[in-house]
């Protein structure tokens, strides 16, 4: 058994350790696993695609269809294989933790790229510990109380791959994927996982249950967006799921 891991913006495999030690506790009826962890930095910094469809391009290369049983992808992660899964990069089993489906008009696209460029410029120009401050001071992250500063220090060699990400991999230069949610739920397992206590992406999982009903949602008691970082409980409930 396979599993592949997309990590989400200013993430590490270092953040998801935890995550990483209570897979290897679980049981998978003495099938042997085997755990990738997908390191976007790396990969921009090797390929340095200029578009979401030569990101997938270069991906497929790298993973070919079937390469793995069980996808987890979380936020920036999530958009990733919502990317993939689209393009015919089939799996088993698919788990969404804290993903965005998509924005719907242009007007809130053009708005996203916006901001995204403006990310872009901050991570290239404010002081690393100034740039951690602004963003974890967004709204989505209000109710965590968890300090991830040591393994935010530890990015900023990578200053330019993630300014690439937000700009190659905007939110704002992605399509809505609900419809083919709607599709890819016909052919395989998918979960949808968000947090209680992250009210904005809570939504819009109930949104998309609305329209994919076949996805299989899941809001995780006591956790915020980060839902990889929460504690084992919540951890536990994750790897059931697999």
Known sequence: MRILILHGNFESER???????????????????????????????????????SFVKEFKKLYPEKSFDFVLGYSLGGRILLALLDAGWLVQKAIFLSTHTGLLSDEDRHSRIWNDLKWKEKVLSLGWKELYEEWNSQEVFACETLSIYESFASLESLRSEIAHAFDVLSLGRSQDFTQSLVSLSQKMELHWCTGELDTKFGALAKSLEGKAPRIQFKSLKGAGHRLHRSNPTVLDEILSLL
């Open 15 to 53: 953040d998801w350790k935890p995550f990483r030690e209570a897979l290897e506790r679980k049981s998978f009826k003495k099938e042997k696993v085997e755990v990738e962890f997908f390191n976007l930095w790396d990969f921009l910094k090797k390929n340095n695609p200029q578009a979401w469809n």
